[in-house]
């Protein structure tokens, strides 16, 4: 089975902070993904990447940034965490293709991030 | 633009009940049609998919087809259990485009 792996299940920090979110997947897969989880919104992309050191602006990137040194690893960056940031924080990945469709997406068990 | 509709909750029921829970799209093209399940404290998990019209995916006593005629993919199960509990999220995918999730339909089953 495919196994993505967040580094934190919980995590406390305070404003003006910089906080680093990692996740590692052990599949080989080429495209991996950052999403936000908050109540009545669903699930909204942050950042996306379909190859190492590449990466794609989701929906809400404001605020965020990402890393992809090696394949397996995708870190989400908060600049200067702020109170609004304060939510549960889902990676994924999925295998490639020459387009990422009709591919299931296989998420890790996510990090609740609270800013103070 | 493309997009997807998903019931609202939350849902209850009483174990042994029927569910459905409706999703529908919008696109310009025929997306990939996913139903995700996310049980308390976990990520989401894969429940079942369709990819082409009239494909019906099935898993865990769940199913849903894939309606191109009514641009739709609504999840029915015949007999729901407590374990069932959990919030369920539809995610169509659009060609190239990026993965959209619905906003999900938390379901509570009572014994």
């Known amino acids: 089975d495919v196994k993505v792996t967040q580094s934190s299940r919980y995590l406390v920090k305070r404003t003006g902070e910089k906080v680093f979110l990692e996740c590692v997947q052990d599949m080989d897969h080429e495209n991996m993904f950052w999403y936000r989880q908050d109540p009545g919104l669903g699930l909204r992309l942050i950042y996306f990447s379909y190859d190492v050191k590449m990466k794609e602006k989701g929906d809400i990137p404001e605020g965020y940034s990402v890393s992809r040194e090696k394949k397996e690893r995708f870190s989400l960056i908060l600049e200067s965490a702020s109170t609004n940031q304060t939510s549960m924080y889902l990676c994924?990945?999925?295998?490639?293709?020459?387009?990422?469709?009709?591919?299931?997406?296989?998420f890790g068990d996510g990090t609740r991030l609270s800013i103070l | 633009g493309n997009s997807v509709t998903q019931m609202e909750g939350p849902v209850t029921l009483s174990e042994e009940a029927f569910l459905t829970i409706n999703c529908t799209y919008t696109a310009t093209g025929y997306p990939s049609l996913f139903w995700y399940v996310q049980y308390p404290g976990e990520g989401l998990q894969l429940l079942l998919k369709?990819?082409?019209?009239?494909d019906k995916g099935s898993n865990k006593g769940f199913e849903a087809t894939y309606r191109k005629e009514t641009t739709s993919f609504h999840l029915e199960k015949g007999s729901v259990q407590v374990s069932d509990s959990a919030v369920y999220f539809c995610?169509?995918?659009?060609?190239?485009?990026?993965?959209?999730f619905g906003t999900g339909t938390r379901l509570t089953i009572i014994p």
């Open positions: 995610a169509p995918t659009f060609g190239n485009e990026k993965l959209t």
């Open positions: 369709a990819t082409k019209a009239d």
């Open positions: 994924a990945s999925s295998r490639g293709t020459t387009s990422y469709s009709n591919q299931p997406q296989h």
